[in-house]
């Protein structure tokens, strides 16, 4: 089993709606961070998180919205997508301070 | 600001090539340096890494060293395979993240091996 899962791994949507990403890990990390992929530009940090109480915005965060249910779980949300939100995004996790972060599979989002 | 910078891609080379994919940064204090891979389909794994100056980080073959006084973390592997096709990010953390290891990614780098 995965250790980091995303869900849904593919989702096509129209603008206007509202949609949630979900991302779940057991390898019991403390640090959730939700990155967004783009063609030739990388990783781009939309939010990240230390723990429920503790949500911070990244360099891309206008437009998202994200909930640290538990530990385990940290959650994006689009309130009301519009295109060019489509991208690949990905959940991570780590552990301290300078240890490698731990990518789920990703989830393909295109917005009609 | 923080900011990588690394070659564009394609690279095409045949198997048993040596490869080597230039990064460079800017940073201030002592950033910590990552090389990620991503097979298709799949999100990124680890490959290296090194936290500090003339440090050498290695998996895999492959190989890269923190290079402060040109600012550079290259990735090189003496003989590839058609297995190593994937696209490679470079990426940093910065020194003052206040308790995260928040990274900063280069836009990535195919690379395409053929028999």
């Known amino acids: 089993d995965a250790d980091v899962t995303q869900t849904p791994r593919n989702r096509i949507t129209k603008t206007g709606k509202r949609i949630m990403l979900e991302c779940s890990q057991t390898?019991?990390?403390?640090?959730m961070y939700w990155y967004r992929q783009d063609p030739g530009l990388g990783l781009q940090l939309i939010y990240y998180s230390f723990d429920v109480k503790d949500i911070n915005k990244g360099e891309i965060s206008d437009g998202y919205s994200v909930s640290r249910q538990a530990q385990a779980k940290f959650s994006l949300s689009l309130e009301s997508a519009i295109p060019n939100q489509t991208a690949l995004y990905f959940c991570?996790?780590?552990?301290?301070?300078?240890?490698?972060?731990?990518f789920g599979d990703g989830t393909r989002l295109s917005i009609l | 600001g923080n900011s990588v910078t690394q070659m564009e891609g394609p690279v095409t080379l045949s198997e048993e090539a040596f490869l080597t994919i230039n990064c460079t940064y800017t940073a201030t204090g002592y950033p910590s340096l990552f090389w990620y891979v991503q097979y298709p389909g799949e999100g990124l794994q680890l490959l290296l890494k090194?936290?500090?100056?003339?440090d050498k980080g290695s998996n895999k073959g492959f190989e890269a060293t923190y290079r402060k006084e040109t600012t550079s973390f290259h990735l090189e592997k003496g003989s590839v395979q058609v297995s190593d096709s994937a696209v490679y990010f470079c990426a940093l953390s910065p020194s003052f993240s206040g308790g995260y290891n928040k990274l900063i990614f280069g836009a990535g780098t195919r690379l395409a091996v053929h028999p």
């Open positions: 991570a996790t780590s552990d301290l301070v300078d240890q490698p972060q731990h």
């Open positions: 390898k019991g990390h403390d640090r």
């Open positions: 090194a936290t500090k100056a003339d």
